[in-house]
Structure formats: structure tokens, C-alpha cells
T-cell receptor, first 113, second 115 residues
Framework: DAKTTQPTSMDCAEGRAANLPCNHS???????VYWYRQIHSQGPQYIIH???NNETNEMASLIITEDRKSSTLILPHATLRDTAVYYC??????????????FGKGTKLSVKP | GAGVSQTPSNKVTEKGKYVELRCDPI?????LYWYRQSLGQGPEFLIY????????DSGLPNDRFFAVRPEGSVSTLKIQRTERGDSAVYLC?????????????FGQGTRLTVV
């Protein structure tokens, strides 16, 4: 079973920030938080990952709480192309490879004009 | 090509037949993963290869499913005596071993329909 809990769906207005929450209260010290998204009829796409510190890249920011029991993915200026299912995953990082990623059902984000 | 390639993109087979699904990972990626995805569900882990060996095959549902990666590059997922419940999109992903390279790249998947 997935070790994360996410809302089933969310809406966001185009141009606004999309904040997607994830609970992972049973995360262990050596597990990372990964975010992937899946646009309709495509394979999942990596977004970002982190361990303890907040992370930012060209796609998104990842905010991890100090106790690491929850995190938030932030898309700063959502566009219609960001409409997708977003998956939050916790997994150990074996020497640089991700091992098996266990996907839950994710959050279906709908960006509306 | 630059990405993960899966062939065929679509496969229709009759119940009881044998099928093979192929995955060409990104060149140089030593880790390779197989998932399957049913409608409305997230991808379900099947098996993970590190090089030629299966590092984790705990997700294979039963002994009708088997996967190989003989030269540490291309992988084939094999399904014997297919059942209608095997109908799904089968996804392959690869990632680079070592360092900070932890991004897994997914292919577009093979849609398997068992009739």
C-alpha cells in the first residue's frame, strides 16, 4: 500500500499558485519524498524530490514540514498544461536509484481558465 | 531516441495466449522498472532491475508474469496464459545509477487488451 495520503481532486485558476498537500506520517528517516505527475494518456513525469530541506527547480517547489510528516508541492503559476494527476511517493534512495516507487491514486489537479 | 521506448504501443490478444512486451531504456541507465496501470488507478509496481538482475520482483502478481533483461539494457515482460484481468497499460521506466541522478523516466506504455 502507498504510504501517502492525498486529496482526490483539486481545482486551480490559471496563473495562480497550485498547492498540493501530501501526508506521509509514517515516513522513516532514510525515505525521500518524490512527486510525479501524469498527464492524460502519458507515462508519469518526474517533478521533484527531497529529504528534509525545501527544494526548488524549474518546475515546482517542495516544502517539507520539520517533522517530515507532510509536504506540499507548489506550482507557482499554474497553466492549463499542468492539468494532470499528481502523485506523492515516499521511497528509499538506494545508492542513487529510486528502487521501487509505490504510487497511490494521486490528486487530480484541474487548472481552469 | 532520447527517451524510454516501449513496443508495441497497443496489443490485443486472446485469452490464454502468450504475450511479450518490450522496453528500450535510455542508453546508460542501469535501473529499469515495470509497472502496470488499470483505468483510474495509479501505476502498480511489478519488478525492478539493477543491471541484469531483478533486484525486486515482489510486485509480480503470479507465476504467469516473468521479466528478463539479459544484457542489462532492453527488457521484456512476458505474460503466459493471459487473462482478461491482465488488460491494462504496462509502463516501463529507467533511471541512472549513482550520484544524485534519481529521476525515473517513463515510457508511453503498452496498452494490453485481452479479449
Amino acid at each position: 500500500d502507498a504510504k501517502t495520503t492525498q486529496p482526490t481532486s483539486m481545482d486551480c485558476a490559471e496563473g495562480r499558485a497550485a498547492n498540493l498537500p501530501c501526508n506521509h506520517s509514517t515516513i522513516s528517516g532514510n525515505e525521500y519524498v518524490y512527486w510525479y505527475r501524469q498527464i492524460h494518456s502519458q507515462g508519469p513525469q518526474y517533478i521533484i524530490h527531497g529529504l528534509k530541506n525545501n527544494e526548488t527547480n524549474e518546475m515546482a517547489s517542495l516544502i517539507i514540514t520539520e517533522d517530515r510528516k507532510s509536504s506540499t508541492l507548489i506550482l507557482p503559476h499554474a497553466t492549463l498544461r499542468d492539468t494532470a494527476v499528481y502523485y506523492c511517493i515516499v521511497s528509499m534512495n538506494y545508492g542513487g536509484s529510486q528502487g521501487n516507487l509505490i504510487f497511490g491514486k494521486g490528486t487530480k489537479l484541474s487548472v481552469k481558465p | 531516441g532520447a527517451g524510454v521506448s516501449q513496443t508495441p504501443s497497443n496489443k490485443v490478444t486472446e485469452k490464454g495466449k502468450y504475450v511479450e512486451l518490450r522496453c528500450d531504456p535510455i542508453s546508460g541507465h542501469t535501473a529499469l522498472y515495470w509497472y502496470r496501470q488499470s483505468l483510474g488507478q495509479g501505476p502498480e509496481f511489478l519488478i525492478y532491475f539493477q543491471g541484469t538482475g531483478a533486484a525486486d520482483d515482489s510486485g509480480l502478481p503470479n507465476d504467469r508474469f516473468f521479466a528478463v533483461r539479459p544484457e542489462g539494457s532492453v527488457s521484456t515482460l512476458k505474460i503466459q496464459r493471459t487473462e482478461r484481468g491482465d488488460s491494462a497499460v504496462y509502463l516501463c521506466a529507467s533511471s541512472l545509477w549513482g550520484g544524485s541522478a534519481t529521476e525515473a523516466f517513463f515510457g508511453q506504455g503498452t496498452r494490453l487488451t485481452v479479449v
